[in-house]
């Protein structure tokens, strides 16, 4: 089972948009795919997707009830299937108090003489439902801020992807992950992998490109480059759903630098899946957008 967080210390830097497009992207390869998302704040995947009906419902069963073991159902009913049959735990308010609520359970436990490590419950979640034999692939997109959201998160999945955006600030967050992945490893007494480093947003001038000679030359695999596609992704927020079915069913002619990018999702996916030995049954050609062989575009 390949498993990862999408992560960034920075903010806007595109992290749950590339989350949305991997998990499309390996979807549409063959593979299942879940996705997890533990950010709380608004405008996230559950919102992209558009399956976040539910985020202020008080009565609702949600994924914090579980990860402090007082789930009012299985798990596998908070699970909604979105486009290119992806699956999604969707957000809900309540993920704003979960260190609150994983404290106070510890505390009630510990009151029993009994052990709850708050750090490891999505973990412990995952395997009491068999995720792994259900999926191959798991996708975490936690916040950027440290805490438990990020922590189970890391422990759940053990590896990072790290998009960033090829500036000073953007290079400074990644030149600081190995301090910050060595902490982690720590204080989670787990060891994390950095599958890929993702420059986004890229204008392709000299600056930037020097940056993103500096992330390989610090030993960050670097296997795509995103450009600069602001009306693509905007468009994507928009519509709620992914690059892939925006430019398929909301673009009316093709334009073929993005189904470049496209194409860059798709190479990314095998790339990451070829780290864990996954062999996706049957991968389209990156950027392809056809359907049982018939064009997709008149």
Partial sequence: MLSYAVYSEAGGVGKTTLTANLAVA??????????????????????????????????????????????????????????????????????????????????????????????????????????????????????????????????????????????????????GLDDLVSNLEDQLDINIGVLAAVPNRVKGTRDQDAIIEEIEAQGFDVPIVVRDRTSLLEGCWRKRCSAFTYVREHRDRRREYELETLAQFDRLARHLEAQSSLEAPSPPEPGNLERDGAEVWA
Avoid: C, M
Avoid at 94 to 115: N, T, V
Avoid at 137 to 155: C, E, Q, R
């Fill in 26 to 175: 390996h979807a549409r390869a063959g593979l299942d795919v879940l996705a997890i998302p533990l950010d709380p704040q608004d405008g996230d995947l559950s919102y992209l997707f558009d399956v976040d009906h539910e985020r202020t419902n008080s009565e609702a069963d949600t994924l914090v009830h579980h990860l402090v073991g007082r789930g009012k159902g299985e798990f596998t009913d908070l699970i909604r299937t979105v486009e290119h049959g992806v699956d999604i735990v969707p957000e809900h308010n309540r993920l704003e108090d979960l260190g609150e609520a994983l404290r106070k359970e510890q505390e009630a436990r510990s009151d029993f003489g009994e052990s709850f490590p708050i750090w490891t419950q999505l973990q412990r979640v995952l395997r009491e439902a068999a995720v792994h034999r259900h999926y191959d692939v798991l996708i975490v997109d936690p916040p950027a801020s440290s805490g438990p959201h990020l922590y189970n998160a890391l422990d759940a999945t053990r590896n990072l992807v790290l998009p960033f955006e090829p500036s000073g600030k953007g290079q400074a967050s990644v030149s």
